[in-house]
């Protein structure tokens, strides 16, 4: 005798609460603070932020809170609430050459005008689990040394000094207004706005796995990082009613640009080109992977040769870097499919009979 | 939550008239794909993003809703959408097909024939037909645009020369007023004929892949065939279980772990509405 499953209403309810129940843990545990995820777990704060297109560092540590850590179901938290967010107006483009340096370096030049500038990197550090840190109550981390109070210097774009002599391209200035991915449909082909856009809230993974295909040859085209620098930009809009631009904010980014050979094509003449980065929050990996992604969807601008690599190709990169998009689609194949697979069961079974390989079976009831 | 933190049906105005539009150009071509500028909804793609959102946009406070997934109105996924519909826009929900005015569904058309004045409104994954002929939207696009469909007729011919028989059982690709080729979604192809000639208003929507598509009432659609191989709309041959229908498409339902199993109508609403009229199957209680 047989009953239909019912209580779906019921079971959800009960997931929920036990979802809840483990995303606490131990109870004898204390429990995390939003403050403490923003401050000590800042670089997944800020991957949260970059690929859910939100700069809100608060609530990005409380998606990660809410998703126990998974990353990718946080940036969805951030993405699903931003949908709903009014829209009042659009910010000025970011200055990024008046960037207050966190770390800046340049692959290219030893030295150059406002200096190469470490910053908080992992980069020189040996990867040794530091057990102190695993003591509770330890004392409080070394402070690092100030620099003096002069002013900082202007930092001005490595890529400028190369422009000087003609030996990159030239990146002119264009004010058009940008395609808004969030607001309209993606369709082929992309300009370089726009794919820059969908590169930026691009699953990190993603985009270093394609990155990485470009260093070992699909597509490759050798880069330079000609500069990274992290640091905080000022956030300004045109307010109509004052009729001038007032500071609403301030950012950190991360931009890299890097410096890639070229030898000339039938259209160009052989100079460096330029790949871009440019990604909320300090996102190191993720913006010189975008960087080289960027250079390698440029192939048909250049006038290079199409090598069929995955990185070229516009449609294949921007369909499936979005990891909400992916995950979802992914992961629904959980969900019931049974009337479908119903009718493949009886498509395999005719096929089976009438290829002899299965007597007429009744089903036994 | 706050549900008075959101606009009736959850998507601010402005993004439903945007999604109207989409719906009203559908409904104005039918069978073409309009691009539509698909929000990330607080539920996952893939779970019905698109259909959500179609349903938010033309619902209206007087509605009444009614949400299936498989077919079966108390499906987990069906469960949740409902949930969200009646927090969010506080509509009437129901199970009885007769007395919904929009349905969402996913992979199922219901047995009881629509009606005019209803709306069933379609979750779709994968609206594209030629995807897995031409992995390029910038490919089929043309193909569509070109009306360029002998790849299409290619594939369903090598599946008779290597099979015998059209290998697709579901998602069956039909053809929508002599002109665009269409992915009715996944439902069985057992529910194709049901789309043809429709009183209701039958819209599609892709949240992932950001498409609408629309069947306007008493459209013309024909599943793709041959005239020696022509189509056929197939369910498992026997009898529901719970209420003895033979005109239903079935699920199979294993027992025992000793091959026994049963078949029941994958339509609840129709099988409960049977049972009470008095049908009986061979494994009722």
């Known amino acids: 005798m047989y009953v239909a499953v019912k209580g779906g209403e019921a079971a959800i309810r009960n997931a929920h609460a036990w979802l809840a129940e483990e995303r606490r843990g131990d109870t004898s545990v204390a429990e995390l603070s939003i403050a403490q995820i923003r401050e000590q777990l800042s670089l997944a704060v800020n991957r949260v932020m970059a690929e859910g297109s939100l700069y809100d560092p608060d609530l990005a540590a409380l998606a990660i809170k809410q998703a126990r850590g998974d990353l990718i179901e946080a940036v969805f938290l951030i993405r699903a609430y931003r949908t709903t967010l009014p829209r009042f107006g659009a910010t000025r483009p970011v200055e990024t050459a008046d960037m207050a340096c966190d770390r800046r370096i340049s692959a290219t030049f030893k030295d150059l005008p406002g200096g190469q500038i470490l910053g908080p990197t992992f980069d020189y550090t040996h990867r040794l689990l530091d057990f102190k840190l695993a003591a509770e109550g330890g004392k409080e981390v070394q402070q690092a040394e100030q620099a003096g109070d002069a002013a900082p210097a202007p930092v001005p774009h490595v890529t400028g000094f190369l422009n000087r002599e003609g030996l990159i391209e030239e990146a002119p200035r264009d004010d058009t207004p940008p395609p808004d991915l969030t607001r309209e449909p993606l369709e082929m082909p992309a300009d370089r706005a726009l794919r820059l856009q969908a590169l930026t809230r691009a699953d990190e993974g993603f985009t270093l796995s394609l990155a990485y295909s470009t260093q070992r040859g699909y597509a490759r085209n050798h880069a330079f990082v000609g500069e990274l620098r992290i640091g905080t930009v000022a956030v300004e809009m045109d307010i109509p009613e004052l009729g001038f631009a007032i500071d609403i904010g301030e950012i950190t980014l991360t931009e890299c640009e890097t410096v890639n050979q070229f030898t000339g094509s039938k259209t160009e003449p052989p100079q460096f080109t330029r790949g871009y980065g440019l990604v909320f929050g300090q996102t190191e990996r993720k913006a010189i992977s975008m960087a080289l992604v960027d250079r390698a969807l440029r192939w048909e601008e250049l006038g290079e040769d199409d090598m069929g690599a995955p990185a070229q190709d516009a449609e294949f990169v921007l369909y499936h870097s979005d990891n909400i998009q992916a995950t979802g689609f992914l992961e629904h194949i959980k969900l019931p499919h049974y009337v479908d697979f119903q009718s493949e069961l009886e498509l395999v079974r005719k096929l089976r009979r009438e290829a002899g390989a299965e007597p007429m079976q009744e089903a036994a009831e | ?285």
């Open chain 2, 1 to 285: 939550m706050t549900d008075q933190a959101y606009n009736f049906a959850y998507l601010d105005e402005q993004t439903k008239r945007m999604i109207r539009r989409a719906i009203l150009k559908g409904l104005a071509i039918p069978g073409y794909q309009v691009p539509f500028a698909s929000r990330e909804m607080p539920m996952p793609y893939g779970w019905g993003t698109g259909g959500v959102q179609v349903s938010a946009a033309v619902l209206t406070p007087d509605d009444r809703f009614k949400v299936i997934d498989q077919g079966a109105d108390d499906t987990t996924n069906a469960v949740s959408i409902r949930s969200f519909f009646e927090r969010t826009a506080g509509v009437a929900t129901t199970t009885v097909t007769t007395e919904a005015t929009v349905i969402q569904t996913r992979h199922r058309i219901p047995e009881v024939p629509l009606a005019e004045g209803q709306i069933l409104v379609y979750q779709v994954p994968i609206p594209e037909p030629l995807r897995f002929l031409e992995p390029r939207e910038s490919e089929t696009r043309k193909m569509h645009s070109l009306e360029e469909y002998g790849l299409m007729h290619v594939k369903l011919y090598e599946d008779i020369a290597r099979h015998g028989h059209i290998a697709t059982s579901y998602a069956y690709p039909v053809k929508v007023e002599g002109r665009y080729v269409m992915d009715p979604s996944p439902i069985p192809k057992f529910d194709n004929p049901k789309l043809a000639d429709c009183p209701a208003i039958q819209l599609f929507g892709a949240g992932r892949e950001q498409r609408i598509y629309a069947l306007p009432p008493y459209t013309q659609v024909v599943s793709l065939d041959f005239e020696d191989h022509p189509f056929e709309a197939s369910r498992a041959d026997h009898p529901c279980g719970l209420c003895g229908a033979v005109d239903s498409y079935l699920d199979e339902v294993i027992t025992d772990d000793a091959g026994g199993r049963m078949f029941v109508c994958s339509d609840t609403d129709y099988c409960e509405t049977r049972q009470a009229a008095g049908h009986r199957g061979k494994d009722a209680a």
